[in-house]
């Protein structure tokens, strides 16, 4: 089940055509990561904290189109989840906008993808560098949650699967958001009157991998 929503992350959009002028919005905070045992406040209950891992097994992908043409990439991640009698309860995702990376092209098309997609037309990382998503719980089907991009935050639910284990938390996850919740507008056809093989479509598509250790 694909849920509309509002980061495009893009995190998480992050996507598109290069070219045209039209500005956006501003991102959010960087908390510690902790490896330690803390009191969750949500719960009142003792919560072990997994920091997730920075290798391949820790994966944002990202998918934005227009008309019949797309692209897709990659962003990086770090934070951490908390777990309490064996369940994911909760939990906090950073996102460097910074590191939005294509993966559809080469040479200078990539330069100009990658840089249009950070600048002011979409994603404007020099002023919002962190997209973050702040876990709320998991019910064992739906991942429940608020997403900020761009200092815009919306609440969110997704299909998710979770494994916990006694040192690890693993999971997968596909949603879609509409990045023009979050004030990425640049080329929407709902925003602009536009020929149609100039519309950029207002979904991106996430695909994302974790994992966290004690």
Request: hydrophobic residues 35%; negative net charge.
């Amino acid at each position: 089940m694909k849920k509309k929503i509002i980061l495009g992350i893009a995190a998480v959009s992050m996507l598109a055509s290069c070219g045209g002028d039209q500005a956006s919005p501003a991102a959010s905070t960087t908390p510690e990561t902790s490896n330690e045992t803390i009191s969750d406040a949500s719960t009142n209950n003792d919560a072990t904290v997994y920091s997730i891992t920075k290798d391949s097994s820790s994966v944002i992908n990202w998918t934005g189109s227009a008309l019949a043409k797309s692209h897709f990439g990659t962003v990086d991640y770090s934070g951490d989840l908390k777990v309490s009698e064996g369940k994911l309860i909760g939990g906090e995702i950073l996102i460097d906008m910074t590191t939005i990376d294509s993966k559809d092209q080469e040479g200078e098309w990539k330069e100009k993808l990658d840089g249009h997609l950070k600048n002011a037309d979409f994603f404007n990382v020099d002023s919002f560098p962190t997209a973050k998503l702040e876990i709320k719980g998991f019910d064992g089907s739906n991942l429940n949650g608020a997403l900020t991009i761009k200092d815009v935050t919306k609440e969110i639910s997704f299909p998710a699967s979770v494994n916990v284990s006694e040192n690890e938390v693993s999971g997968t996850a596909e949603f879609t958001i509409n990045r023009t919740d979050y004030g990425v507008v640049y080329g929407s056809g709902n925003f602009f009157d536009l020929a149609k093989d100039k519309i950029i479509s207002d979904d991106i598509e996430f695909k994302v991998s974790i994992k966290a250790v004690k």
